[in-house]
């Protein structure tokens, strides 16, 4: 984008490589056939677990009361700060 790249395509391969070089042919056909049962079953846990990351990722956007944040299961079990 700062070499005025504006396609979708090459600001896609900027993000995901560094370079905006061009996406393979038929990148965008791609997207509409139809998934076979084993990449629908990948596709499928690979949504139920970027949901997880996601969900113990995100950042407050205010401080959270110690009392709040040490009684998170998440936070039990940190010793020194949550006792």
Known sequence: MAEEHKTPEAI?????????????????????KPLSDEEGELLKNLKSALGEVTSLTQVELDPVPIKEFCSRPENINLKGLCK
């Open 12 to 32: 896609i391969q900027s993000v995901l490589t560094g370079r905006p070089e061009h996406l393979p042919n038929g990148y965008r056909s791609d997207s509409s």
